[in-house]
Protein backbone atom coordinates (compact mmCIF):
# COMPACT_ATOMS: atom_id res chain seq x y z
CA UNK A 1 0.00 0.00 0.00
CA UNK A 2 2.84 2.34 0.44
CA UNK A 3 5.31 3.46 -1.96
CA UNK A 4 9.11 1.96 -0.88
CA UNK A 5 10.31 5.84 -1.21
CA UNK A 6 8.02 6.86 1.68
CA UNK A 7 10.70 5.28 4.00
CA UNK A 8 10.11 6.56 6.87
CA UNK A 9 6.08 6.16 6.86
CA UNK A 10 6.79 2.50 6.22
CA UNK A 11 8.89 2.44 9.13
CA UNK A 12 7.10 3.82 11.64
CA UNK A 13 3.42 1.96 10.31
CA UNK A 14 5.42 -0.95 10.80
CA UNK A 15 5.82 -0.60 14.35
CA UNK A 16 2.69 0.32 14.94
CA UNK A 17 1.31 -2.47 13.44
CA UNK A 18 3.94 -4.57 15.47
CA UNK A 19 2.59 -3.00 18.79
CA UNK A 20 -0.76 -3.26 18.09
CA UNK A 21 -1.99 -5.50 15.15
CA UNK A 22 -5.79 -5.30 16.39
CA UNK A 23 -5.40 -1.68 14.71
CA UNK A 24 -3.96 -3.20 11.14
CA UNK A 25 -7.66 -2.35 9.76
CA UNK A 26 -7.98 0.78 10.86
CA UNK A 27 -5.21 2.07 10.25
CA UNK A 28 -5.53 -0.15 6.36
CA UNK A 29 -8.71 2.31 6.01
CA UNK A 30 -6.58 5.14 7.22
CA UNK A 31 -3.82 4.97 4.30
CA UNK A 32 -5.70 3.05 1.59
CA UNK A 33 -7.20 6.13 -0.29
CA UNK A 34 -4.62 8.76 0.21
CA UNK A 35 -3.54 10.47 -2.89
CA UNK A 36 0.82 10.90 -3.34
CA UNK A 37 0.52 14.52 -1.94
CA UNK A 38 -0.96 13.28 1.14
CA UNK A 39 1.29 10.36 1.55
CA UNK A 40 4.10 12.62 1.16
CA UNK A 41 2.96 14.99 4.12
CA UNK A 42 2.82 11.82 6.28
CA UNK A 43 6.01 10.82 5.60
CA UNK A 44 7.62 14.24 6.21
CA UNK A 45 5.46 13.98 9.72
CA UNK A 46 6.83 10.14 9.82
CA UNK A 47 10.17 11.41 9.34
CA UNK A 48 9.88 13.77 12.34
CA UNK A 49 8.28 11.25 14.60
CA UNK A 50 11.38 9.12 13.42
CA UNK A 51 13.93 11.53 14.66
CA UNK A 52 11.56 12.01 18.13
CA UNK A 53 11.42 8.48 18.96
CA UNK A 54 14.85 7.30 17.64
CA UNK A 55 15.00 3.64 19.43
CA UNK A 56 12.38 4.40 21.20
CA UNK A 57 10.08 4.18 18.81
CA UNK A 58 8.62 0.95 19.55
CA UNK A 59 7.97 2.40 22.87
CA UNK A 60 5.79 5.20 21.48
CA UNK A 61 3.64 2.69 19.48
CA UNK A 62 2.97 0.34 22.15
CA UNK A 63 1.75 3.79 24.24
CA UNK A 64 -0.26 5.07 21.53
CA UNK A 65 -2.24 1.50 21.71
CA UNK A 66 -2.48 2.18 25.37
CA UNK A 67 -3.84 5.36 24.53
CA UNK A 68 -6.40 4.47 22.30
CA UNK A 69 -7.37 2.04 25.15
CA UNK A 70 -7.59 4.92 27.96
CA UNK A 71 -9.58 6.96 25.19
CA UNK A 72 -12.20 4.33 24.36
CA UNK A 73 -12.96 4.10 28.77
CA UNK A 74 -13.40 7.50 28.05
CA UNK A 75 -15.60 7.45 25.04
CA UNK A 76 -17.91 4.86 26.75
CA UNK A 77 -18.50 7.12 29.51
CA UNK A 78 -19.47 9.93 27.67
CA UNK A 79 -21.63 7.70 25.53
CA UNK A 80 -23.65 6.75 28.36
CA UNK A 81 -23.35 9.72 30.90
CA UNK A 82 -23.32 12.64 27.57
CA UNK A 83 -20.58 14.58 29.05
CA UNK A 84 -16.98 14.08 30.31
CA UNK A 85 -15.49 12.23 33.13
CA UNK A 86 -13.58 14.96 34.54
CA UNK A 87 -14.89 19.11 35.13
CA UNK A 88 -12.33 20.40 37.60
CA UNK A 89 -8.69 20.82 36.73
CA UNK A 90 -7.73 19.56 40.38
CA UNK A 91 -9.35 16.75 39.04
CA UNK A 92 -6.84 16.47 35.89
CA UNK A 93 -4.11 17.37 38.31
CA UNK A 94 -4.57 14.77 40.20
CA UNK A 95 -5.53 11.72 38.25
CA UNK A 96 -3.16 12.62 35.27
CA UNK A 97 -0.71 15.29 35.34
CA UNK A 98 0.46 14.61 38.77
CA UNK A 99 1.37 10.84 37.69
CA UNK A 100 4.96 11.11 35.72
CA UNK A 101 4.63 7.58 34.23
CA UNK A 102 1.15 8.18 33.23
CA UNK A 103 1.51 11.30 31.81
CA UNK A 104 4.75 10.42 29.48
CA UNK A 105 2.50 7.15 28.31
CA UNK A 106 -0.46 9.86 27.23
CA UNK A 107 2.23 12.45 25.22
CA UNK A 108 4.14 9.50 23.89
CA UNK A 109 0.74 8.36 22.24
CA UNK A 110 -0.36 12.01 21.22
CA UNK A 111 2.80 11.78 19.44
CA UNK A 112 1.69 9.28 17.25
CA UNK A 113 -1.84 10.56 16.81
CA UNK A 114 -0.55 13.21 14.04
CA UNK A 115 -0.11 10.45 12.03
CA UNK A 116 -2.83 8.07 12.54
CA UNK A 117 -5.52 10.57 13.48
CA UNK A 118 -6.32 12.11 9.94
CA UNK A 119 -8.27 15.09 12.24
CA UNK A 120 -4.96 15.61 13.92
CA UNK A 121 -2.89 15.34 10.31
CA UNK A 122 -5.11 17.99 8.81
CA UNK A 123 -5.22 20.02 11.47
CA UNK A 124 -1.38 20.29 10.90
CA UNK A 125 -1.73 20.96 6.80
CA UNK A 126 -4.42 23.92 8.10
CA UNK A 127 -1.99 25.47 10.55
CA UNK A 128 1.00 25.03 7.89
CA UNK A 129 -0.91 26.50 4.85
CA UNK A 130 -3.65 29.07 6.04
CA UNK A 131 -1.83 30.38 9.12
CA UNK A 132 1.74 30.56 8.78
CA UNK A 133 2.04 31.19 5.46
CA UNK A 134 -0.73 34.00 5.56
CA UNK A 135 1.12 35.78 8.37
CA UNK A 136 3.35 39.33 7.49
CA UNK A 137 6.77 39.85 6.47
CA UNK A 138 8.79 39.70 10.45
CA UNK A 139 5.78 38.36 12.20
CA UNK A 140 6.34 37.98 15.76
CA UNK A 141 5.13 34.52 16.55
CA UNK A 142 3.90 32.74 20.09
CA UNK A 143 2.60 29.31 20.84
CA UNK A 144 0.61 28.88 24.24
CA UNK A 145 1.53 25.24 25.52
CA UNK A 146 4.00 23.91 22.93
CA UNK A 147 3.88 20.48 23.78
CA UNK A 148 5.23 17.75 21.70
CA UNK A 149 6.79 20.94 19.84
CA UNK A 150 5.88 20.11 16.17
CA UNK A 151 3.73 23.41 15.80
CA UNK A 152 6.67 25.81 17.10
CA UNK A 153 9.33 23.77 15.25
CA UNK A 154 7.48 25.40 11.90
CA UNK A 155 7.54 28.41 13.34
CA UNK A 156 10.86 28.71 14.21
CA UNK A 157 11.60 27.34 10.41
CA UNK A 158 10.04 30.12 8.81
CA UNK A 159 12.64 32.22 7.46
CA UNK A 160 9.98 34.97 7.89
CA UNK A 161 9.49 35.21 11.55
CA UNK A 162 11.44 37.69 13.52
CA UNK A 163 10.44 36.17 16.43
CA UNK A 164 9.54 32.52 17.78
CA UNK A 165 8.41 32.23 21.59
CA UNK A 166 6.73 29.32 23.41
CA UNK A 167 5.02 29.60 26.95
CA UNK A 168 4.41 27.40 29.44
CA UNK A 169 3.54 26.64 32.90
CA UNK A 170 5.85 23.26 33.31
CA UNK A 171 9.12 23.93 33.40
CA UNK A 172 9.42 19.99 32.53
CA UNK A 173 7.47 20.94 29.51
CA UNK A 174 9.61 23.75 28.47
CA UNK A 175 12.39 21.31 29.20
CA UNK A 176 10.52 18.44 26.91
CA UNK A 177 9.82 20.65 24.12
CA UNK A 178 13.81 22.23 23.84
CA UNK A 179 14.98 18.66 23.29
CA UNK A 180 12.11 17.72 21.03
CA UNK A 181 13.66 21.34 19.02
CA UNK A 182 16.94 20.30 19.09
CA UNK A 183 16.34 17.07 18.10
CA UNK A 184 14.54 18.36 14.88
CA UNK A 185 17.67 20.02 14.22
CA UNK A 186 16.79 23.70 15.14
CA UNK A 187 19.44 25.58 15.60
CA UNK A 188 18.31 28.97 16.87
CA UNK A 189 16.26 27.87 19.17
CA UNK A 190 12.76 29.87 20.12
CA UNK A 191 12.53 31.74 23.50
CA UNK A 192 11.05 29.14 25.75
CA UNK A 193 9.57 31.10 28.76
CA UNK A 194 7.87 29.77 32.04
CA UNK A 195 5.22 32.23 32.02
CA UNK A 196 1.61 31.50 32.81
CA UNK A 197 -0.75 33.49 30.47
CA UNK A 198 -3.39 34.21 32.97
CA UNK A 199 -0.94 36.62 34.60
CA UNK A 200 -1.36 39.44 32.01
CA UNK A 201 1.39 39.86 30.07
CA UNK A 202 2.27 43.33 28.02
CA UNK A 203 4.08 41.46 25.35
CA UNK A 204 1.97 41.73 22.25
CA UNK A 205 2.47 39.00 18.70
CA UNK A 206 1.53 39.35 15.53
CA UNK A 207 0.89 35.52 15.40
CA UNK A 208 -0.59 33.59 18.25
CA UNK A 209 -1.40 29.73 18.70
CA UNK A 210 -3.20 27.79 20.79
CA UNK A 211 -3.88 24.37 19.86
CA UNK A 212 -5.40 21.64 22.06
CA UNK A 213 -5.55 23.68 25.10
CA UNK A 214 -8.67 25.05 25.48
CA UNK A 215 -11.00 21.75 26.32
CA UNK A 216 -8.26 21.10 28.91
CA UNK A 217 -9.77 23.85 31.14
CA UNK A 218 -12.14 24.83 33.83
CA UNK A 219 -12.95 28.32 32.52
CA UNK A 220 -12.67 28.37 29.19
CA UNK A 221 -13.86 31.99 28.29
CA UNK A 222 -11.61 33.37 30.78
CA UNK A 223 -8.43 32.14 28.61
CA UNK A 224 -9.67 33.72 25.70
CA UNK A 225 -10.10 37.32 26.67
CA UNK A 226 -6.53 37.16 28.59
CA UNK A 227 -5.44 35.69 25.20
CA UNK A 228 -7.37 38.69 23.25
CA UNK A 229 -4.39 41.39 24.48
CA UNK A 230 -1.62 39.53 23.30
CA UNK A 231 -2.89 40.19 19.72
CA UNK A 232 -1.33 43.45 17.82
CA UNK A 233 -3.82 45.49 15.99
CA UNK A 234 -4.29 42.95 12.66
CA UNK A 235 -3.00 40.09 14.59
CA UNK A 236 -4.52 36.62 14.32
CA UNK A 237 -5.49 33.59 16.46
CA UNK A 238 -4.80 30.12 15.44
CA UNK A 239 -7.12 28.00 17.90
CA UNK A 240 -7.78 24.09 17.28
CA UNK A 241 -9.92 22.40 20.47
CA UNK A 242 -11.61 19.31 19.48
CA UNK A 243 -15.23 18.80 20.50
CA UNK A 244 -17.37 15.58 21.39
CA UNK A 245 -13.92 14.65 22.12
CA UNK A 246 -13.41 12.08 25.82
CA UNK A 247 -9.74 12.32 26.99
CA UNK A 248 -8.27 11.53 30.66
CA UNK A 249 -8.35 15.03 31.01
CA UNK A 250 -10.81 17.30 28.98
CA UNK A 251 -13.06 19.22 30.34
CA UNK A 252 -14.37 21.54 28.45
CA UNK A 253 -17.03 20.39 25.51
CA UNK A 254 -19.35 22.00 23.03
CA UNK A 255 -22.17 20.25 20.91
CA UNK A 256 -21.30 21.29 17.66
CA UNK A 257 -19.05 23.72 15.94
CA UNK A 258 -21.91 26.14 15.85
CA UNK A 259 -21.91 26.15 19.56
CA UNK A 260 -18.13 26.57 19.91
CA UNK A 261 -17.72 29.37 17.33
CA UNK A 262 -20.39 31.59 19.33
CA UNK A 263 -18.61 30.97 22.45
CA UNK A 264 -15.23 32.20 20.66
CA UNK A 265 -17.22 35.34 19.46
CA UNK A 266 -18.62 35.86 22.83
CA UNK A 267 -15.37 36.07 24.18
CA UNK A 268 -14.46 38.78 21.48
CA UNK A 269 -13.10 37.15 18.63
CA UNK A 270 -14.03 37.34 14.85
CA UNK A 271 -13.77 34.20 12.87
CA UNK A 272 -11.97 35.08 10.05
CA UNK A 273 -11.76 31.69 8.23
CA UNK A 274 -12.51 27.97 9.95
CA UNK A 275 -12.53 23.84 9.24
CA UNK A 276 -14.03 21.38 10.59
CA UNK A 277 -12.30 17.98 10.47
CA UNK A 278 -13.96 14.27 11.16
CA UNK A 279 -12.07 11.91 13.19
CA UNK A 280 -10.41 8.78 11.10
CA UNK A 281 -12.07 7.22 8.79
CA UNK A 282 -15.54 9.13 9.45
CA UNK A 283 -17.31 11.54 7.45
CA UNK A 284 -18.58 15.06 9.18
CA UNK A 285 -22.15 14.79 7.96
CA UNK A 286 -22.07 11.48 10.54
CA UNK A 287 -19.44 13.40 13.50
CA UNK A 288 -22.38 16.24 13.61
CA UNK A 289 -25.51 14.03 13.66
CA UNK A 290 -23.59 11.62 15.91
CA UNK A 291 -21.69 13.88 18.42
CA UNK A 292 -18.53 12.59 17.43
CA UNK A 293 -15.19 13.86 17.77
CA UNK A 294 -14.62 17.09 15.49
CA UNK A 295 -11.93 18.77 15.53
CA UNK A 296 -12.27 22.61 15.26
CA UNK A 297 -9.75 25.31 13.74
CA UNK A 298 -10.36 29.03 14.17
CA UNK A 299 -8.01 31.62 12.46
CA UNK A 300 -9.21 34.33 14.73
CA UNK A 301 -9.24 38.33 14.86
CA UNK A 302 -9.89 40.47 17.96
CA UNK A 303 -13.16 42.18 17.05
Request: charged share 25%.
Amino acid sequence: MISEKFSDLRTVVAAQIDAFPDHKKFLDRRLRDLNEAEFQALDELASHIVKLTGNRLPIFAEDYAWLCAEQLSEELFFRRNGHYRLSTFKDAYEQVYSNKEYMTRYMNGLLMTQLWWSNHTGVMQYYRSEFLAQNPERYTHLEIGPGHGLFLYFAAGDPRASSVTGWDISEASIALTREALLTLGIEALPNLELQDFFKAPTARFDSVVFSEVLEHMENPQDALRVIRPLLTENGRLFLNMPINSPAPDHLFNADSPDELKKFVEDAGYTVERSCYLPATNQSLEMSLRKKMTISCVFVLRRA
